[in-house]
């Protein structure tokens, strides 16, 4: 099902009006290449072009279509009129100079059996006169030739003075052209169901994150331990060409560098399209992704287009039953594993995702952005909040979540109280995870005739009467009356008994009840009858302090405490703007 809607989506790319959005035709493929020797109708050497430009601290190179490369194995096999400096020009770059002697001696043979007519192409001719006298000094002048030394990049010819490349020319398109007609068929595809000559090696898909840089396979039957009742390789999974070239083609698309219908979700890099033109292929990555610093608001317009979609029913684009797929990808040595799939109507997938940005709505102070983005999400449970501290799997799974509207994975709540307790503070990030982990555990426990329990809202909730929430908004009562009394503190109770109070608060909310009568004394007596007043109404609700609280239950012990902090602050900034505008 997935190579048939990839290879739905190429065709659908195929019959689009606008020409920039149609993929290589049969044969073809986009190749991204930094270099272009510029040779003179005689084959005289004029330029090295470089074609890179640079793109966030990198340079990365134009890209052109030329013809479809071939399936790179261990032994030697040139692409016809680019490949890396070693095929193209015999650049020996990793010490050896048989192989690369090999590979050059390749790459002029696929020339060389080019059809009469190609070959009579002044592009072929120039490229023909080129090598017969051709001498690598002759590259030293330009100073670009000793990165090419080091990098081995990937090169191509061009006649000086041409647009196009020679591979581009109308002579070498029409020779080089693949067709299937003439071909007998050798099997059923499985994707058109039609019979077709099978694909024994499908291309490598190229993009996915943390995979080899040549590429890696979906579909690959590369020992005979993968064999079945004497079929050989791709037979094994039978797809005819042309079906195995439409959905690598798709695919390779949809992950190249600068594709807006990708985003990279912990180590599972996450594509996604439509049957059709629509909507959510435009504000997906925006809403998933970390938006721009120039543009600090496109996650939170992202947003509101996706609620009013979900409210009206309607997409400015496409229809609301519209099929729509989202596809995670992740590296497993040279095969790409399938992370998950999912494929809906749009306006039950934006339900979905509306749900989720419901579930981790929560209060916040102004400096916090509305738009709480999946990976800001995520890193906020990393250690030292580093991207490459993200659990290998929880990325995927959480999206996974998202996407079939189930629970979150549990490593997300662990993770969320755990970094909490490590450093002391439910952040914002933090908080809105353990809420939303939580609401969907009470959600589905609540279905059952056995459970009742409320769900947490986004802001201070006075009337839940949980004793892990109320423990945890008497903590933060205690802290704020600490503050009050003596006033920039370096460190306050929450520094030294939250991950106590939150795990064993029998061993410490004592000690801290003492402590606040201490404190209570240096509040001005009114201030203090009204937080000793908020301690008895929240002390009302617990029947004693418990030995030890569960991990659930701890966090619901920082919602209760972050909560109760944010509506301290709230209050604060409101009496503090009243006082303005007297």
Known sequence: MI?????????????????????????????????????????????????????????????????????????????????????????????????????HAA??????????????????????????????????????????????????????GDMELVCQRPLIVAATAVTTDGVTPDGVCLVSGSAATIERLHPAIKGVWGAQTSGANIVSFNLDAFNSYGKVQGANAPLGKPAVFAYTTALNHLLARDSRQRIQVGDASTVFWAKEVHDLEAVLPDLFGEPPKDDPDRGTDALKVLYQSVQSGKFSHGAADTRFHVLGLSPNAARIAIRFWETAPANELAQRIARHFDDIKIARAPHDPEHLSLFRLLTSLAVQGKADNIPPNLGGEVMRAILQGLPYPAPLLNLAVQRTRAEQKPTYARAAAIKASLNRIIRRANLTAFASEKEFQAMLDQTNANPAYLLGRLFATLEKIQEEASPGLNATIRDRYYSAASSTPVAVFTTLLRLKNHHLGKLPKGRAVQMERLIGEIMGGLDGFPRILALPDQGRFALGYYHQRQSFFTKAESTNNQEESK
């Open 107 to 160: 790459f002029r043979t696929r020339l060389a059996g080019l059809p009469p007519d190609a070959l009579n192409d002044a592009g072929i001719q120039a490229i023909l006169a080129f090598f017969s006298g051709f001498d690598l000094i002759q590259f030293e002048a330009f100073t670009v030739w000793p990165e090419i030394l080091l990098t081995n990049p990937v090169m191509t010819f061009r006649l000086h």
């Open 3 to 103: 190579l048939q809607a990839l290879s739905d989506y190429y065709l659908r790319c195929q019959r689009s009006p606008d020409p920039q959005d149609r993929l290589p035709a049969f044969g073809l493929e986009e190749k991204e290449i930094p270099f272009v020797i510029e040779i003179d109708a005689e084959g005289r050497l004029v330029n090295l072009a470089d074609t890179r430009t640079l793109e966030v601290k990198k340079k990365i190179g134009q890209r052109f279509l030329v013809p479809q490369g071939a399936k790179k194995t261990s032994g030697v096999v040139a692409n016809l009129l680019w490949d890396t400096a070693e095929y193209v020009l015999g650049v020996d770059t990793k010490g050896k100079p048989e192989r690369v002697a090999e590979q």
